[in-house]
T-cell receptor, first 110, second 113 residues
Framework: QKEVEQDPGPLSVPEGAIVSLNCTYS??????FMWYRQYSRKGPELLMY????GNKEDGRFTAQVDKSSKYISLFIRDSQPSDSATYLC??????????FGGGTRLMVKP | NAGVTQTPKFQVLKTGQSMTLQCAQD?????MYWYRQDPGMGLRLIYY???????DKGEVPNGYNVSRLNKREFSLRLESAAPSQTSVYFC????????????FGPGTRLTVL
């Protein structure tokens, strides 16, 4: 079983829609959860991170962690065509290294 | 301030050839990383360097070697390329005192025929 699982998509939504991106993980000891955004043919960039359970909001983006079900989510409100990218969840493992999910490709259509 | 730079951007090799991927950062990062990215596999760690003069294996180190030449530069070498090493390679750096916030370079697309 992979440590971090993510639906590869692609996920296609109309502009203005609310987007929900999700990951599941296997190790309940994980504490730091991150979301990276990767535009086509570019390197990933950190979007936001959360510690332990709960929500964190940054503009149109909200990251949510449910440790009881080992589930992390990224919500995008009022999605824009410029949000079209691949979104990678990542978890800080016991060795202080990042373990990445496979990424979900999001397409926001005007 | 260029951040993390990688050269070359693209490379095509024949099986058995060798090459070195270069990475440099001007952000004074202590830690540097090499990843490969394959479709549906996410980023997998090949090697990392927690500080100048140290290197350690990651998840998929076989077939690769690294050198942390100085604080700025961290190179990845393929001694005898294989088609299974066809991938996009990313270098990343991380400053001290962050929660593993890594800054990535633009990547090198490598094809091994």
């Amino acid at each position: 079983q992979k440590e971090v699982e993510q639906d590869p998509g692609p996920l296609s939504v109309p502009e203005g829609a609310i987007v929900s991106l999700n990951c599941t993980y296997s190790n309940s000891a994980f504490q730091y959860f991150m979301w990276y955004r990767q535009y086509s043919r570019k390197g990933p960039e950190l979007l936001m991170y959360t510690y332990s359970s709960g929500n964190k909001e940054d503009g149109r983006f909200t990251a949510q962690v449910d440790k009881s079900s080992k589930y992390i989510s990224l919500f995008i409100r009022d999605s824009q065509p410029s949000d079209s990218a691949t979104y990678l969840c990542a978890i800080l493992n016991a060795g202080n290294m990042l373990t990445f999910g496979g990424g979900t490709r999001l397409m926001v259509k005007p | 301030n260029a951040g993390v730079t990688q050269t070359p951007k693209f490379q095509v090799l024949k099986t058995g050839q060798s090459m070195t991927l270069q990475c440099a950062q001007d952000m004074n990062h202590n830690s540097m990383y090499w990843y490969r990215q394959d479709p549906g596999m996410g980023l997998r760690l090949i090697y990392y360097s927690a500080s100048e003069g140290t290197t350690d294996k990651g998840e998929v180190p076989n077939g690769y070697n690294v050198s942390r030449l100085n604080k700025r530069e961290f190179s990845l070498r393929l001694e005898s390329a294989a088609p299974s090493q066809t991938s996009v390679y990313f270098c990343a750096g991380m400053p001290s005192g962050t929660v593993n916030e890594q800054f990535f370079g633009p990547g090198t697309r490598l094809t091994v025929l």
